[in-house]
């Protein structure tokens, strides 16, 4: 026998190894440089300084920005999958893809719920530093807004100062990001490093190292998607559109109403800032320009409805901040403050692509290739519209974050109400591109999964060892009875729209045949030879179809297999079962007539009540026996 193989993505884990380093180098170095820089500033009163034209004032952010989202999500992926197999250890993991950060283990430590808020910690205090470790100075801003020093102020018309606070904060929310990372990566024994739900749903079932919550296939449940669950086995009618993903995983509809906050509260941010201008704030300048970097020119005047105008952008100084290290200290935090309410919205976005993304995957069985044997998962993100998509609103998103709040040099903290505008603009982008994905409905008769672990191996019944897989009918519907949908390395043709599917493949059950009364007593065994024999339920190769007769013998029986069929439902939707003839025992009789030999193992159900089923045993096994399908068991023979 050789041990059944599936696709342990070494590969992926070798990228994300290598960016775990590549953070680590970061958070260090961010942390010396910034050491160096407040000592520097301690030491001659004024923060290092760089020259840069204003439009690399504004572009440097949105490339540290593509550079943290980058490390961030690489660092995110490594904690995800060691959050994804403590979960299955425990019982809980429903969904290949999780809220990562919202979603604690009980027993695995590095994926708890404290070490979880501190890793999302370390990323608010990542992204909101970016956009504060070069701070710019405006003279004539400065001059405008009556708070430009000329003795002190001189050397910094075209400079850029390093924020050594930001730099320290920057470096310490990496560092908290990875530590955490390494911990949950020496701590978790992972089985497969690949996000294909595919390979995830197979180790759930086959891996050595998770006995006690094995997934294993139910029967009956060929054409029940995720949204039936937890409803009981039963027949149903193919269809061609299938529900819908906000109604298949209980957070989305959360991650909905977090997603369309952000714009609502930065346009009503931008039109109180905005008012404010227009009402004539002394610390505030009404500008006429609406271009997506703020510009000052130097001129203003009197002519406008407020106090004073430009032709630059409107700006709203808050102040809050003083020459010197401690002046931006308050600062610093107080953007970093506002903007995890951003960082947490996005990274909670990620579940609906990860789910969006899962679904795709999982309608390639019936797709003209069928599944892809040799998945990449990093591949696979670069090549995902929905990844890129959500990676340049990530970035995108905090770059104009910064942008309509930012701290200058010497004049503390800028609120710019045109990019706040902008920044609700793209706020409304992502809320709009997070419903489209939960509205859409997959095309195709094959039941939705959206990474649903046990709805994958319920519909899965023949795993390949190349990883190419078709779905569709095997068993046609004849007779009143129901037929069967399952995979195959084969092409399989469309199952009908109008009958009926959820039976069993015919090797996958059998019953106790006709046992005459006046041959033997259930309850009082006859022996043979000296020895008592009981009935014993039908036991037979999981590879080969049972097809045996034993002849009645005085003294004992044995029993005969025979196909097991759903029966195709009645007028109104229920279940015809033939009346059991006289002197006729079933299975389920036989084990209840209290043999000692016939006996139910026990099932543990997951913890997570929403997805345990009802279907009279669970999807996780508190044995490490074989599945009836060589495919599904751990060894080949």
């Not at 003839?581 to 000692?596: E, L």
Request: net charge neutral.
């Amino acid at each position: 026998m050789t041990r059944q193989k599936y696709d342990d993505s070494a590969n992926t884990r070798w990228w994300s190894v290598f960016g775990l380093v590549i953070s680590w180098f970061v958070a260090m170095g961010a942390l010396f440089a910034g050491a160096i820089c407040l000592y520097l500033e301690i030491r001659d009163g004024k923060a290092p300084h760089l020259f840069l034209s204003n439009t690399w004032r504004e572009v440097l952010p949105l490339g540290l920005n593509i550079f943290v989202t980058l490390l961030n999500d690489t660092m995110g992926y490594t904690h995800a999958v060691a959050l994804r197999w403590s979960l299955q250890r425990e019982g809980k993991l429903d969904f290949n893809s999780n809220l990562r950060l919202l979603t604690a283990s009980k027993y695995s430590v590095p994926n708890g719920l404290a070490p979880n808020l501190t890793y999302l910690a370390g990323i608010v205090l990542a992204y909101g530093s970016t956009s504060l470790i070069f701070l710019s100075f405006n003279p004539q801003l400065a001059q405008a807004l009556k708070k430009l020093n000329p003795e002190t102020d001189s050397d910094d018309i075209n400079g850029v100062h390093v924020n050594g606070v930001a730099l320290l904060t920057f470096g310490f929310g990496f560092f908290l990001q990875a530590i955490l990372t390494n911990w949950a990566l020496v701590r978790t024994e992972i089985p497969t490093w690949s996000s294909n739900p595919l390979d995830v749903a197979r180790a759930c079932m086959v891996d050595d190292s998770l006995d006690g919550y094995r997934v294993k296939q139910r029967q009956g449940r060929c054409m029940m998607g995720v949204h039936l669950a937890e409803d009981d086995a039963k027949p149903l009618k193919p269809v061609p559109k299938q529900r819908r993903m906000i109604s298949a995983h209980p957070h989305v509809r959360r991650v909905l109403y977090l997603l369309w906050i952000l714009p609502v509260l930065a346009g009503i941010w931008g039109g109180g800032v905005y008012g404010y201008l227009i009402r004539g704030s002394r610390n505030g300048i009404f500008g006429r320009s609406w271009s997506l970097l703020p510009v000052f020119t130097g001129e203003t005047n009197q002519d406008c409805i407020t106090k004073q105008c430009t032709d630059g952008t409107s700006i709203l100084n808050m102040g809050w901040s003083a020459s010197g290290t401690a002046g931006t200290v308050g600062g610093v935090f107080l953007i970093i403050a506002l903007q995890a309410v951003v960082t947490l919205s996005l990274h909670c976005c990620e579940l609906i692509v990860n789910l969006s993304r899962d679904e795709k995957i999982w309608r390639k069985l019936i797709g003209p290739r069928g599944t892809n044997g040799h998945y990449n998962s990093v591949w696979a993100a670069f090549t995902s519209w929905q990844t890129v998509f959500l990676f340049t609103m990530k970035a995108g998103v905090h770059w104009m974050f910064g942008m309509a709040i930012n701290l200058q040099y010497n004049l503390g903290v800028n609120m710019h109400p045109p990019q706040i505008f902008y920044f609700a603009g793209i706020c409304l982008i992502a809320a709009l591109f997070g419903l489209f994905l939960s509205l859409q409905q997959p095309k195709g008769h094959l039941p939705p999964s959206f990474g649903h672990i046990r709805t994958i191996a319920d519909i899965i019944d023949e795993w390949a060892d190349s990883g190419c897989m078709f779905w569709g009918e095997k068993i046609a519907p004849k007779d009143g009875e129901s037929g069967f949908t399952g995979t195959s390395t084969e092409r399989l043709k469309m199952p009908d729209v109008n009958k009926y599917y959820g039976g069993q493949k015919e090797w996958d059950a059998a019953t106790i045949s006709e046992i005459p009364l006046d041959v033997v007593s259930p309850i009082e065994p006859p022996s043979a030879g000296g020895f008592g024999l009981h009935p014993s339920p039908p036991q037979f190769s999981p590879i080969q179809q049972p097809n045996f007769q034993v002849p009645m013998q005085q003294g004992y029986f044995a029993p005969m297999a025979q196909q097991a069929r759903f029966p195709a439902p009645g007028p109104h939707g229920h279940h015809q079962h033939p009346p059991a003839q006289q002197g006729q025992y079933t299975f389920s009789q036989w084990t209840q007539q209290g043999h000692p030999h016939a006996h139910s193992h026990p099932s543990q159900s997951s913890l997570n009540s929403r997805y345990s089923g009802s279907s009279g045993y669970s999807g996780y096994s508190a044995h490490s026996d074989q599945s009836a399908q060589p495919f599904l068991g751990g060894y080949r023979i």
